[in-house]
């Protein structure tokens, strides 16, 4: 058949879809072909000539072909919005067994580092991705140390880690090929020199595997593997993982981190055992000596920790305090570094949003209840230091993750904690100026962030009893001093936690119940279901509403509030009917908006029955909206309006 009579003005969707059923010699294969040679570049072709190369052509096509579907990639315009084209065309056809070696390699050596990446991806045949890992290693220089300039200028290495879903050989080679960290001082420079350099280097360093980190999340566990045969990485790499974005570490693998990394606070647990002992008195040596049986059982690489801060010189001055200081140090940072989101998941959001995690919730809770129960040690080793150069609040942010996160809280544990606190306010209240106030914005600003942590953590250590594991956010402090409008503000899990935890408090359960009035719904936990837990259910009704102006107070909100509760209980008697502050109880709804509640209406038409003067008099009485005459009960006013007596005294406070 002749070439010509093969033209076709078939859909290009047709030829799709049909060819996928053929074999490589039928009419529908040779039109489709026809079809690219003469049609111009676009979208159609495209789809056609990868159906084609993964259908009947997958193993034998002319070399034009394949030339073809590479120039169709590399002519492509770029789609807004993605950083790196897919080059999925250019992908099949140099993994094409019809495709020559020396093609290959001059087509890759042409392309682009961010392209060489995309061509690396683990959809590459072999021959594809030997041929990448070769130009990969042709491109890159030897011998680099990591500088700031190259962040602004990237090795092939850098720029190919930047892409997703690499093969696992062009993964290594690209690690392979990777700039050193930074270098160390050889000794002759200037210290303040290299001090300056060595610190631009450690932050390019830090950010360089930030961005390989997150285009490289099916690799962690590779890369973990990698970078602990390359001391000057992993370090970096495990606090990433663990404090930059734990939400793409697999389970497993996050919770094998957090055990390391909290294996390095015993080390500083020891350093300060034994830097105290120095301060206290002892040579080096003898404090060695004094916890030979601790630095028996750590590692090498611990005991050279410790020792190299065992020095004469070390041990005395500001050095030595700053040693002394190591354990909780070490939780200071974690806190607000490496253990930051996964003591504080909420806080990890993209776009305003919450982040998906791969772990568990149960499993982060976990992972903060251990963090806690490990370092607890750090604040029995916490020592007051009145001579502070740094802010005072330090010590705060750190005392009130582990207090929220410890499954219980020891007595000792609180005693302590209690002292953090003295100390927090002592150094504020230093701060302060004359006129009562701190000056300068940072002072200001850090004295608010004190008081708002002194607030959440008195709570913390006066209600040590766990509600939730994991998390003890359901401590609201002592339940003498708890009113209802902060139990309206918790969840109701929380709060019925914090009623099974002081099962017998009447008082706390009134509070409870008059915290309806500020919180309109409730998902689940139900008005009478907090009644219940009272021990005289219904005389605490009629107590609350009887001093309702002094137990609940507020506005018309509240006031209105509980007046829609009581009347929406399967039963509300006559006794507590009477009690409800009139404006409140007459402006309740009924079946409709503009209806008053029948229960109400009823109890109004028999206590005025037919006596004319009683309505006039009860429709002239000083119940109102708001202000004192708001509070005046519904039976009082009824009363006085039937028995034509003066107007009662509204209720007091």
Partial sequence: MAAAALRTSLPFEFLRTV????????????????????APQGTDRDGLLMALLTGPLAQSAPEWLLTTAVESDLHREPLPHMTTARMDLTRVALSHPACPDAYRARILQACTETRLGALGRSEGGVALIHATVAELHRRSTTGLT??????????????????????????????????????????????????????AASDAWDSMWTGILRAQTRHHRRLLAWSARHPAADRVVREHLLGSLPWHVEPAL????????????????????????????????????????????????????????????????????VICRSAVAWVERAGKGSWRFLLN???????????????SQELVAALGSRFATVCLTALSLWEPDPDSRHPVVRDLGWLQALLVHLPEVPEEARQKARLVVQEAQRALSARTGARGYPSGHSAWEENRRGKELIDSIIPLVTDPVPALPGRRTASLGDPQGIRFKTLADVDEDILVAYLDRHTGND???????????ARSYRKTLTFDAVLARHSAPQQTLLDLTLHLRRRLG???????????????????????????????????????????????????????????????????SPMSHAGPGAWHRLGDLLDAAVEGTAW???PGR
Wanted: charge should be negative.
């Fill in 648 to 650: 009662p005294t509204p």
């Fill in 146 to 199: 990591i500088t700031p300039e190259l962040l602004r200028a990237p090795t092939p290495a850098q720029l190919v880690l930047g892409e997703h879903g690499l093969h696992e050989d062009v993964f290594v080679a690209a690690l392979d090929c990777l700039p050193f960290g930074p270098d160390k001082h050889d000794g002759e420079e200037d210290v303040d020199a290299w001090m300056d350099r060595h610190r």
């Fill in 507 to 517: 008082t706390l359960v009134e509070e409870a119940l008059l915290s309806f009035a």
């Fill in 19 to 38: 060819i996928t059923q053929v074999s490589d010699d039928s009419p529908p294969t040779r039109m489709a072909v026809e079809a690219i040679r003469t």
């Fill in 254 to 321: 996050l919770e094998e981190v957090a055990a390391r990394d909290l294996e390095s606070f015993e080390r500083a647990v020891l350093l300060t055992r034994i830097s105290r002992s120095c301060r206290d008195g002892l040579t080096p040596l003898q404090a060695q000596e004094r916890y030979a049986d601790e630095l028996a059982t750590a590692s090498q690489e611990e005991r050279d920790y410790v020792k190299r801060f065992l020095d004469e010189e070390v041990q005395s001055g500001y050095l030595q305090d």
């Fill in 554 to 620: 507020g506005g018309p909100d509240l006031r209105g509030r509980w007046a829609e509760i009581m009347l929406a209980r399967p039963k509300c008697p006559p006794e507590l009917l009477r009690l409800l502050p009139a404006w409140s109880a007459l402006k309740a709804r009924g079946p409709r908006y503009d209806t008053t509640h029948a229960v109400v209406a009823a109890y109004v038409i028999e206590a005025l029955g037919d006596n004319d003067a009683a309505w006039q008099r009860f429709a002239a």
């Fill in 345 to 359: 998941p909420g806080e990890a959001q993209r776009f305003g949003r919450p982040r998906e995690w791969l772990a």
